[in-house]
């Protein structure tokens, strides 16, 4: 399956954007829908996912009640909803999909299906 990550920008602290993640060329429900971002200088981390079994989401403690991740089988589209955006959220974010187990949904070695990346850049 083939990713393109959009809807990244430049917002001031406190705004929103939604990223959008549009897959092709596989069978999109059948994969675990993965947002990852990298900020200049750090490793990659998990932000959100969700499960393809039942599309249950978890994430990242420091996107908790503002981030919301969520998708579209009909238009084969993932989304992450980003609300009172921090300067600390900048970073180039990176849709994924796979097939991890449990215990390494949040691991960027457990996914095989990688989106370009978008640019999210908060300012103070």
């Known amino acids: 399956v083939q990713l393109q990550a959009s809807g990244g920008g430049l917002v001031q602290a406190g705004g929103s954007l939604r990223l959008s993640c549009a897959a092709s060329g596989g069978t999109f429900r059948s994969y675990t829908l993965t947002w990852f971002r990298q900020a200049p200088g750090k490793e990659r981390e998990f932000v959100a996912t969700i499960l393809r079994n039942n599309n249950n989401a978890y994430y990242t403690d420091s996107v908790k009640g503002r981030f919301t991740i969520s998708r579209d089988i009909r238009e084969n589209t993932m989304y992450l909803q980003m609300n009172s955006l921090k300067p600390e959220d900048t970073a180039v974010y990176y849709c994924?999909?796979?097939?991890?187990?449990?215990?390494?949904?949040?691991?960027?070695?457990?996914?095989?299906?990688w989106g370009q990346g978008t640019q999210v850049t908060v300012s103070s």
């Open positions: 994924a999909a796979g097939r991890p187990i449990l215990s390494s949904l949040a691991s960027k070695n457990a996914y095989y299906h």
